[in-house]
């Protein structure tokens, strides 16, 4: 899609035809024949336009709960941060009445960021996605004003605060480190540092994959937040006030959050034993801030494994929203043969495997198992005092 369509697709022909595409209920695979039915009665752009927003809003419905009146592009919708996500980030920035949302994108954050009660002003460098923000913010009924300029060269709007989310993809593929973003943070940092005044607060999102360096030696507070046990992104935060680095995981739903700076971290005791009866899965949040060994230290547990992820155990029972928790069953040194043995001899036809630092395939495990029986059971494939185990388990 390109501005003139979107701009057709606002009009009220362009809307009777974004209705009449969402009453054919469109798949990928019935494209084409959606697309002659809409022919007959609107011009090839609008029914194209038409046609591939009802599929964007069908994607869309996991991440807006008004998908079905927002506009997208495909890249810009899977780089966009759902509403649970936005508006956590967002209540870090209610505090200021000001806010600009530099490579808004399609507006996913401004919205967040006006829900909260924020003056958004929502900039882009790339003129359609600035119009698909100010539409999406009008699906959700809210105001913001909105720019379209370049973050490094133009003229930036005088705000209490700033949101950043650069593009990710490069000519098409995508980067973890921070200096190959479109614009890079570095640069984005030095030109709001230069500010009269500087931004009280400035949050840049970045992919959770950011290259351990990139948080080593960024300033600030690096948080990396998860939502229902999936990792989402990396914020870099960065704030007049704050002196030490900071390192954060964030759960979603709560907000549940664990923090440790860099030295606190580095002095923590690591204590390497076997598995107990207990065992804690942490949240892949708690593992990527590398905060594992702070966990297991704030719970009484201890590392089956050094290393920044794995698992922690403990003989009791520990109720944290950080980890999930299992009860050991047994723990068997990982050969496939004894395994399935053990499976094979507890009635066990179903199967859960969870691998942490193992090659295994677990496909192909289950599938040479051939289990029969009426039983569940977990299996843990990991690394325990440096063998390779598998832990048989029961999920608390």
Known sequence: MNLKSLEQLLSPTGQEALTAAGELAPTEARYPACYDRLRKHWPENIARAALDTVLLRQRARTKFTH??????????????????????????????????????????????LAQAGCDVTAIDRDPLRVRMAAANLAAFGLPGQFRCADVLTDPLPDCAAVFVDPGRRPGGRRTLAIADYEPPVA?????????????????????????????????????????????????????????????????????????????????????I?????????????????????VLAAQIGATRIEPGSGGFCTADQRIDTPFAAGYRVDDVLPFHIKRVGDWLAHRHVGRITIVKRSSSADAEALMKRWKLRGDRHQTVILTRAQGEAVAILATRL
């Not at 990396?224 to 914020?235: P, T, V």
């Not at 034993?273 to 990527?288: E, Q, V």
């Open 273 to 293: 034993t076997a598995p107990g009866r207990y065992l804690y899965d942490p949240d892949p949040a708690i593992s990527r801030a590398g905060l594992l060994p």
């Open 67 to 112: 998908a079905d009146r927002m506009y997208f592009d495909r890249e810009a919708l899977t780089m966009a941060s759902g509403e649970a996500v936005s508006a956590y980030r967002a209540a870090r920035f209610a505090p200021f009445s000001t806010v600009a949302d530099l490579c808004c994108g399609i507006g996913s954050d401004a919205i967040g």
């Open 187 to 271: 640069a984005v940092c030095q030109r709001l540092q230069t500010r009269h005044p500087t931004p009280r607060r400035i949050g840049f999102k970045t992919a959770p994959g950011i290259p351990w360096d990139d948080v080593q030696s960024w300033p600030g507070e690096v948080e990396f937040l998860s939502s229902a046990g999936e990792l989402k992104e990396c914020i870099l935060w960065q704030e007049p006030e704050r002196e030490t680095p900071l390192v954060r995981a964030t759960l979603l739903p709560g907000p549940f959050h664990l923090s440790a700076d860099s030295a606190e971290i580095e002095t923590v005791e690591e204590e």
